[in-house]
């Protein structure tokens, strides 16, 4: 016999699982678009106030297959960093817009490799950022990032320092 206990455990761990699945199917929508959230999520992948484009943190999914872009954490940097690339393309920017950024990495050890990958990304044009470690990620990745962009006609209005 059921408990009224254990079938609300069993509830809630099918719940958690469809939020899994819910996320991956809302990063692996097609790259000529970015991918649309699950109506279920409580937030939207990209917001654009003004002159400013707030990205939602992002993972290594590749939308081609749906999985993560490999086991490493520099393959999985290069493919967050174009699932948020391609969030801003459809908001009307680019990586070299980008003003902020916040990485998630779920082991600091990985630092330097993450960061190798991320300067091979952003090129000249780098961000502000602050990098925390945290204990765990949504399907297993090694990272999320992410990013507050300008629309790309402001990008003559930023100043690097």
């Given amino acids: 016999m059921i408990t009224a206990k254990f079938r609300s455990a069993l509830l809630l761990a099918a719940v958690a699982v469809l939020v899994c699945f819910s996320l ?8 000529k678009k970015a991918p649309l959230p699950s109506s279920d999520l409580p937030f939207s992948q990209t917001v654009t106030a003004g002159d400013f484009i707030f990205v939602s943190g992002q993972i290594g999914i590749d939308p081609a297959t749906g999985k993560l872009a490999g086991a490493d954490i520099a ?33 600091l050890a990985d630092y330097g490799a993450m960061n190798e990958a991320y300067k091979k990304m952003f090129g000249s044009s780098r961000p502000a950022r602050a990098t925390v470690e945290v204990s765990d990620l949504v399907a297993g990745a090694l990272l999320e990032i992410d990013a507050i962009a300008v629309k790309s006609g402001q990008k003559s209005e930023l100043e690097r320092k």
């Fill in 24 to 31: 991956l199917a809302a990063q692996s929508a097609s790259k």
């Fill in 75 to 107: 393959s999985q940097t290069r493919q967050v960093l174009a699932n948020i690339e391609r969030h801003l393309k459809a908001a009307g920017s680019d990586l070299g817009a980008v003003v902020k950024t916040t990485v998630f990495l779920k082991n």
